[in-house]
């Protein structure tokens, strides 16, 4: 997508990760107290002192990895999250998941990305600790790497949307195409495998 090539349009998009990911992460704080969830190797003892936004635009910074990645591992998110309901994202996982994400769409889109190493000591973490990481998430995924343009432009389309009406840059363009996805449990809901089977058929979002 040509707009993220715009550096203005990039920092909006991180600021806006960021937030919605804040959200996230706080409401499933109050739910886990009412809510049984399960402790993953994504948990850290404590919450990260480092703020989401920070930590974002860190890997931002340092990986170096095209600006469609950061679209990619909004719906790796998505997926884990739809397919592991009692690992909910929360404060406590959220860092290690961004960061788990970014490295698996950089490895599956670009040409050239750096390595697991590399990775952990921009995400803060051990370099056994990142091949651990990376191995959960794409069993959390069920090895669903592959994203569709339908489905890229799905996303995009939503977080342009949303993007406008929290903070209207004028960098955005929007489309007809919009969700009525639910941030606060980061679900589009959108059925990718109609997609797969049919690009020809017209995508279904559900409410």
């Known amino acids: 997508m040509a707009e993220l090539e715009n550096p203005k349009v990039m920092t909006s998009l991180i600021t806006f990760l960021s937030s919605l990911l804040q959200r996230v992460s ?3 704080d ?23 936004q920070s930590y974002l635009e860190r890997i931002f ?12 591992a909004y719906v790796y ?6 397919k592991q309901t009692s690992l909910p994202i929360n404060s406590f996982n959220v860092h290690r998941l961004l960061i788990t994400s970014v490295m698996v769409a ?3 889109m670009d040409d050239m990305y750096y390595n697991n190493a590399y990775y952990a000591k921009v995400g803060g973490i051990s370099t056994k600790e990142m091949n651990f990481l990376e191995v959960d998430f ?35 363009t929007t489309s007809s195409l919009i ?3 639910k941030s606060l449990n980061l ?18 979002l559900a409410v």
Not at 77 to 82: C, E, G, K, N
Not at 187 to 204: A, K, P, R, V, Y
Request: hydrophobic letters at 30%.
């Open 179 to 181: 969700t009525s996805g």
């Open 138 to 172: 794409l069993f959390g995924v069920g090895f669903q790497l592959n994203v569709t343009p339908t489905t890229f432009q799905t996303y995009c389309c939503y977080l342009q949307r949303e993007m406008l009406l929290m903070q209207p840059p004028p960098q955005l």
């Open 77 to 82: 998110l998505d997926r884990f999250a739809q």
């Open 26 to 28: 706080e409401s499933n």
């Open 187 to 204: 679900h589009l809901c959108f059925n990718e495998d109609q997609d797969q089977s049919s690009h020809q058929t017209q995508q279904q």
């Open 30 to 52: 109050i739910n886990c107290q009412f809510q049984a969830q399960k402790i993953s190797i994504f948990h850290g003892l404590s919450r990260p002192t480092i703020t989401i």
């Open 106 to 108: 950089a490895k599956f």
């Open 61 to 72: 910074k340092y990986a170096n990895c095209s600006p469609s990645c950061y679209i990619v």
